[in-house]
């Protein structure tokens, strides 16, 4: 008995038979699983999508005898799920030749009433005659320029099909013919790795603000263009197999010592090196945890031309705090934040989409977290609670002007126009000196910082009456060498 289980070019009819049951999907392709039922002879046809040396193959039941993989090329190779699509795009080129032979008979009708020679035999014949071939005249070219703007209108239709096809079909030309010899009944197993096929992770968070608690909601954007519809289990990992695993080598720490540079070469230095970019990789569902990888498994169908299919993979809640607070006069509404302490998972870098009791406020990047680690999320911007950053002049008489000295200050006006009192957080920032001979001295402030650190960063934590307003105010000396030049880096203002 002989089982021929062909797609493609080789038989249409038995298309369906082909189907991917089992998938692991990576940020940079997939192991796919295609399951059949053992036949004496078995011949399958699969897409060059799939990396030939990777195939393997395994058998429920049956033995398999043998087996072999012969790669045969496939001009113009479109998978199953695209047939719809060239059916339409057929279809277009189809109508666009018949305008256009519509358009030809039309212009050589008109030809042909120019070259008429009037049977006339006296002046009212010719008169008729001419009446008529005016009126057939005109109606010719009516149609002739209905005719032209509906092929216009259809060969730009056919145009951007004829695109999205090529946007999906995968970039093959060429087929796997898959042959097994097997014995006795089972399941034949073909496994292979394809680098057709991606997904990456999606966030939607709604805040519950009077509760502090969050709703979360993981997608995973699956996209596949293996030529093979998926149908079944679909394991979503965050990491990626690498073919280059090695140890690193450790090389020796060795110090030296730096020519020193002025301030502003340094600081040019550091604006000039190069910004750190993050890559990120993204029915019952399941998630694992390994030390190497994330797993979220979930039963989804995606077609094998490029379509993204978005799959629920989990929903949870988190509990946390929210904060409104404002950063100087970096900005000046107030931030909405979220905090926890601890996440009680890991978490996979993503972009999220950002609610705030179910209306949106935006999106934002969430990176990678491990369970333990502590998370802080903008919701978006108040407009109700608001900082205005004003200088204040040096005090008059002093001693701390002129060169050498420098004295600055500013009152930063905190207000409210919630109905309800609001713990807010104010965060500034202190000038950090870069240089020995530079100095940070005599710092005022009518109300002590909650928190201080060595950068110079501050943060007060305070009670905002609603309708009411507040006032920080803040003094600072500098000294430096009076041959120099004080310059500020970091912001638009010290």
Same mark, same amino acid.
């Given at each position: ?203 939607? +968070? #709604?805040? $519950?603000?009077?509760? /502090? ?5 993981? &997608? @995973?954007?699956?996209?596949? =263009? *293996? ?115 601890? +996440? #009680?998972? $890991?978490?996979?870098? /993503? ?5 705030? &009791? @179910?209306?949106?406020?935006? =999106? *934002? ?130």
């Amino acid at each position: 008995m002989t089982g021929l289980l062909f797609f493609g070019a080789f038989s249409p009819a038995l298309a369906g038979e082909v189907v991917v049951d089992r998938a692991d999907v990576y940020g940079g392709g997939a192991w796919i699983t295609c399951s059949f039922p053992a036949e004496e002879e078995m011949v399958l046809e699969l897409p060059a999508t799939l990396d030939r040396d990777s195939l393997t193959v395994t058998s429920r039941g049956a033995e398999v005898l043998r087996w072999t993989v012969e790669e045969r090329p496939s001009p113009g190779w479109l998978p199953p799920a695209l047939g719809p699509l060239r059916d339409e795009v057929d279809r277009a080129r189809a109508q666009v030749q018949l305008l256009r032979a519509r358009s030809a008979a039309l212009r050589q009708a008109a030809g042909h009433l120019e070259k008429a020679l009037p049977e006339a035999k006296d002046g009212a014949d010719l008169e008729a005659f001419v009446d008529r071939a005016q009126r057939k005249r005109e109606g010719l070219e009516l149609r002739l320029l209905e005719t032209a703007d509906l092929e216009k209108t259809a060969l730009a239709e056919c145009e951007a099909l004829e695109a999205l096809l090529a946007s999906r079909r995968p970039e093959v030309e060429s087929v796997l013919i898959f042959s097994a010899s097997t014995r006795g009944e089972g399941e034949v197993v073909v496994r292979g790795w394809s680098s057709h096929a991606s997904w990456r992770p999606l966030y939607r +968070l #709604d805040l $519950a603000a009077s509760t /502090g608690e969050t709703h979360w909601r993981l &997608d @995973g954007l699956l996209s596949q =263009r *293996t030529g093979l519809p998926w149908r079944g289990e679909v394991a979503f990992h965050s990491g990626t197999p690498r073919n280059d695993l090695d140890l690193p080598e450790l090389p020796p720490l060795v110090v030296d010592v730096a020519v020193p540079l002025r301030a502003a070469k340094r600081m040019e230095a550091l604006s000039s090196a190069p910004s750190v970019l993050l890559d990120s990789y993204g029915n019952e569902r399941e998630r694992r945890e390994s030390v190497t990888d994330v797993v979220l498994t979930a039963e989804t169908e995606a077609p094998g031309d490029g379509t993204d299919v978005r799959v629920e993979l989990e929903t949870f809640s988190l509990a946390g705090k929210t904060d409104l607070t404002l950063w100087g006069d970096l900005s000046p509404r107030a931030w909405l934040l979220w905090k926890t302490d601890g +996440l #009680d998972r $890991a978490l996979l870098a /993503g972009q999220a989409e950002l609610f705030v &009791d @179910g209306s949106p406020t935006g =999106r *934002t990047f969430i990176s990678e977290r491990g369970a333990g680690q502590k998370l802080d999320l903008p919701f978006g911007q108040s407009p109700l609670v608001k900082v205005l950053r004003e200088e204040i002049l040096p005090r008059q008489g002093s001693a701390w002007t002129g060169r050498g000295r420098l004295e600055r200050g500013y009152r930063l006006v905190l207000s409210s126009s919630l109905a309800r009192a609001q713990v807010v957080t104010v965060r500034d920032r202190l000038p950090v000196s870069a240089n020995e001979k530079v100095k940070v001295e005599s710092v005022e402030f009518s109300t002590e910082p909650t928190e201080r650190d060595e950068e110079g960063r501050l943060s007060w934590e305070l009670t905002l009456e609603g309708g009411a307003s507040a006032e920080i105010t803040v003094r600072y000396r500098l000294s430096y060498p009076g041959d120099g030049e004080i310059v500020f880096y970091g912001g638009d203002r010290p």
